[in-house]
């Protein structure tokens, strides 16, 4: 059931106002002990609310999003807010324009509550790298939350949010999402546009919607999706019909990679629910195929050799002049090293610090450059794969999450942990998490622009599973 | 003369060093097979398909919070530090 039409119903026959609805919300945000929020955008979010009531007490129609109640991970501009990065340079820094993303949801009428915690620019994949406080896991609290866009799943998951806008460079949505048993989706890279996002890596960095339903996931992604003059990676693109997912006659093929199973990281119980699933999905009459992929620590090494290169070029403005929490120094260069030393973490140092290595003179043939070729590689590998199966299915994540603390003591054990979401991400491809399958969920993924078959096969598993 | 640059003057974060965590990965890349050679970009954009080349004034909305961001004002200036040349 879409929680949005449900919503939205409501509104629309006066059962419940926006105002009751918003209040409710910010409260269970404001009164949430699992570190979510960085900023509540309260008066915004009241007023907007007041308009919606006004419009429906006139007798008029709204919009399916209009008075909708969202939340928007803390990466994203939106004017007059602050937008920290979970990060203390960033701490008081206030956006001056707004995401296209973020705006098109604004122009259909969904409110934003919330800038929502998680992994400080996004490096991280427990939500622990923060100033705000490790995000707690949504069902354990005990546990880790995912990351980086930690917030925004635990938000979704506990229904603070009725959906949040999160950001997937490696993983980033995937993995909360699986941690918290939500949907979560990497669209295409290039489906949305990322212009005003605050980029990790660009050429990974994907816009897209955590929900609670694949009807929701739909209704957000069609509205945030399109050409962008301000993000020439964009492309126009059709919208996906409810109808149109509903019929999953014609997926015939699903492949998964037999070296992500068969090893000795994996879970044993999530290898044993990963191969229930596909006992399950061959019993529908569909052919199941094992394909070769890259092992594990390739596809690692590869996404992180890229990703650091591109953070270091990224966050290298990032040095307290025009913005920011600078600290004065004796001169030009020792204001801005202090400024950097003293407000980056130490993973996103570490990760800076790894780019400049790999794009020094003497190191940028011998890895960095490979690192692009490997990267070709894997595109290739997943072209060939495309022309045999219709969908790639795939756990979320080898492990059930680790418990808060754990993750930052052992930061090569951290990277590891993501080597099931990064490899769609060098593709380029949609993915979606599936709260079903594995205790973190299962990963659906087709060509890239086919947005619509990861989603037509999620019906297809809520019926199947 | 060549001047090395070491990854904490490269990062601009002072006392910055290699990680052990990271070498490890590299150390995987160096190991492989791949080639060096070059790659073709995959996000090119296309020469037909670039944007307008005008100027378009931000809204002053937005000029104010540019200048509420910057860090430190004096008697109605911007200060930056003094560049010194080396």
Do not use: W
Not at chain 1, 134 to 161: F, I, M
Not at chain 1, 243 to 266: M, P
Not at chain 1, 388 to 398: K, Q
Not at chain 1, 421 to 440: E, N
Request: aromatic share 6%; charged share 25%.
């Amino acid at each position: 059931m879409s929680n949005i039409r449900k919503i939205h119903d409501q509104l629309q026959n006066k059962e419940i106002s926006c105002l009751e609805l918003i209040k409710n919300k910010l409260d269970l945000l404001k009164s949430n002990t699992h570190h979510t929020v960085n900023s509540l955008l309260d008066e915004t979010a009241l007023a907007l609310a007041k308009k919606v009531d006004a419009k429906i007490a006139n007798g008029e129609k709204i919009g399916l999003l209009e008075g909708i109640p969202f939340g928007v991970k803390d990466v994203y501009m939106l004017q007059g807010t602050y937008t920290t990065a979970s990060s203390d340079l960033l701490k008081q820094y206030k956006s001056s324009y707004t995401a296209t993303a973020i705006q098109k949801l604004l122009d259909a009428g969904a409110i934003p509550l919330v800038k929502e915690n998680g992994d400080s620019f996004g490096h991280g994949s427990s939500s622990e790298n923060t100033i705000f406080g490790a995000v707690k896991n949504a069902v354990n609290p005990d546990l880790v939350s995912g990351g980086s866009s930690g917030g925004s799943a635990v938000n979704v998951a506990k229904e603070y949010t009725v959906f949040s806008i999160g950001g997937d460079t490696g993983g980033s949505i995937r993995q909360p999402a699986g941690y918290n048993n939500v949907y979560g989706l990497k669209p295409t890279y290039g489906r949305i546009s990322r212009f005003g996002i605050l980029a990790y890596a660009s050429s990974t960095d994907c816009v897209g919607p955590i929900a609670k339903s694949i009807e929701d996931v739909r209704i957000v992604l069609n509205v945030m999706s399109g050409k962008d003059v301000k993000d020439q990676t964009t492309y126009a693109s059709k919208e996906i019909l409810e109808d149109t997912i509903l019929n999953t006659d014609e997926i015939k093929t699903v492949g998964y990679f037999k070296n992500f199973i068969e090893n000795d990281a994996i879970d044993a119980k999530v290898k044993a629910d990963f191969l229930a699933s596909i006992e399950k999905i061959k019993a529908k009459g569909i052919t199941v195929k094992e394909l070769d992929f890259f092992e594990s620590d390739t596809l690692v090494s590869t996404y992180y050799t890229l990703a650091m290169a591109e953070t270091a070029s990224n966050l290298s403005r990032l040095d307290g002049t025009n913005y920011g929490a600078r600290i004065e120094g004796d001169n030009l260069k020792d204001t801005y090293s202090i400024t950097r030393s003293e407000n980056f973490s130490e993973e996103t140092k570490r990760r800076i610090v790894g780019g400049n290595q790999v794009l020094s003179q003497g190191f940028s043939d011998e890895i960095y450059l490979k690192g692009l070729n490997l990267r070709d590689q894997i595109s290739e590998n997943f072209e060939k794969d495309f022309k045999e199966v219709d969908i790639i299915l795939s756990p979320v994540t080898p492990n059930n999450p680790p418990k808060i603390g754990d993750s930052l003591k052992d930061p090569l054990a951290m990277y590891l942990s993501d080597a099931y979401t990064v490899g769609f991400s060098l593709g380029q491809l949609p993915t979606l998490t599936v709260p079903q399958g594995t205790a973190t969920g299962l990963q659906i993924t087709a060509a890239k622009n086919n947005d619509e078959l990861v989603l037509k096969f999620a019906n297809f598993l809520k019926d199947t599973l | 003369m060549t001047k090395i640059m070491t990854v904490d003057v490269l990062s601009s974060i002072k006392g910055a060093k290699e990680s052990e965590a990271v070498s490890k990965l590299f150390d995987v890349i160096k190991s492989t097979n791949a080639t060096t050679a070059n790659t073709v970009s995959r996000n090119a954009v296309s020469l037909n398909n670039l944007r307008e080349d005008v100027v378009v004034h931000s809204p002053q909305a937005e000029k104010d919070i540019i200048i509420e961001n910057f860090p430190r004002e004096k008697n109605g200036y911007l200060v930056v530090a003094k560049v010194i040349e080396e």
